[in-house]
């Protein structure tokens, strides 16, 4: 990762969850940009977004935060 993706993160890191969410999915969705996709499964993918928001904002599942599943994932 350069210091500039670094940067990028550590600024993203600092924002809301809620922020963060819109932000992942403004990139992934850039990602995307090249793939036609049904508007069904457009369709359906945000369905699926919203009611698992929603459940993660009604603290339905067990979250794990992300400090933790950082530390995991880079086996510190």
Same mark, same amino acid.
């Given at each position: 990762? @350069?210091? &500039? @993706?670094? /940067?990028?993160? $550590? +600024? &993203?890191?600092? *924002? +809301?969850?809620? /922020? #963060? &969410?819109?932000?992942?999915?403004?990139?992934?969705? +850039?990602?995307?940009? @090249?793939?036609?996709? !049904? +508007? !069904?499964?457009?369709?359906?993918? $945000?369905? /699926?977004?919203?009611?698992?928001?929603? &459940?993660? !904002?009604?603290? @339905?599942?067990?979250?794990?935060?992300? /400090? !933790?599943? $950082? #530390?995991? *994932?880079?086996?510190?």
């Amino acid at each position: 990762m @350069t210091a &500039a @993706t670094h /940067e990028v993160l $550590r +600024s &993203a890191l600092a *924002l +809301s969850e809620e /922020e #963060r &969410a819109e932000l992942a999915t403004l990139l992934i969705e +850039s990602l995307d940009a @090249t793939v036609e996709m !049904d +508007s !069904d499964v457009a369709e359906a993918w $945000r369905a /699926e977004l919203d009611r698992r928001i929603a &459940a993660i !904002d009604n603290g @339905t599942p067990k979250t794990i935060p992300w /400090e !933790d599943v $950082r #530390r995991r *994932l880079l086996g510190e």
